[in-house]
């Protein structure tokens, strides 16, 4: 994944970025303020909503953007449990077009990459529903239990759960979703 990973964040940022992010290794401060700020997202989005994976990991890196001094990266994609495909889709994702819309309709599923560290602010919350895919509720609620509120692992160690990284929304897109989940969080 590191290498599909860098070939998307220098598609929608730079190469330079995509090297920065290669590079980075969070050290405790950063997985410290990474957990705080993902559980302040959580607190901002009450109940237990599926479907807003994009919309969460969206504030999620702009918050993230206000305490440290490296970019999460919000990733779109595929997300399987084992070999079963829980969201995504049969065709590739076209990224720049799907995430340029105002009205985001889509089947995959969004999360952050913060250096070598997955960070997932929605899935929990899906599980949780009664309205994600039962597959998905069943591993979550099998390996965590139920009532979670994020996951934090290495990219590199996501156990049954594997993430297919397809894109890397633009700064553009991530600050469209997020002044779109502001209006709905605020209500105005």
């Known amino acids: 994944m590191p290498d599909l990973l860098h070939s998307l964040i220098a598609a929608s940022f730079s190469l330079a970025a995509a090297d920065e992010w290669r590079q980075f290794e969070p050290v405790q401060d950063d997985c410290d303020k990474l957990a705080s700020t993902?559980?302040?997202?959580?607190?901002?989005f009450p109940g237990r909503a599926p479907g807003a994976c994009a919309l969460m990991s969206a504030v999620f890196s702009v918050a993230l953007e206000?305490?440290?001094t490296r970019r999460g990266y919000v990733v779109a994609g595929s997300l399987y449990v084992g070999d079963t495909r829980v969201f995504g889709e049969d065709h590739a994702l076209d990224g720049r077009a799907r995430f340029s819309q105002s009205e985001l309709s889509w089947d995959g599923h969004a999360w952050l990459v913060f250096g070598n560290l997955l960070a997932d602010v929605s899935i929990f919350r899906t599980a949780d529903s009664g309205k994600g895919p039962p597959v998905l509720s069943a591993h979550i609620h099998r390996e965590f239990g139920s009532g979670r509120g994020l996951m934090i692992c290495r990219t590199d160690d996501t156990g049954d759960l594997r993430y297919v990284p397809e894109y890397v929304l633009t700064q553009d897109q991530v600050d469209a979703l997020f002044r779109g989940a502001r209006r709905l969080i605020v209500g105005s």
Do not use: T
Not at 38 to 44: I, N, P
């Open 66 to 68: 206000n305490k440290v």
């Open 38 to 44: 993902g559980f302040e997202v959580l607190r901002a």
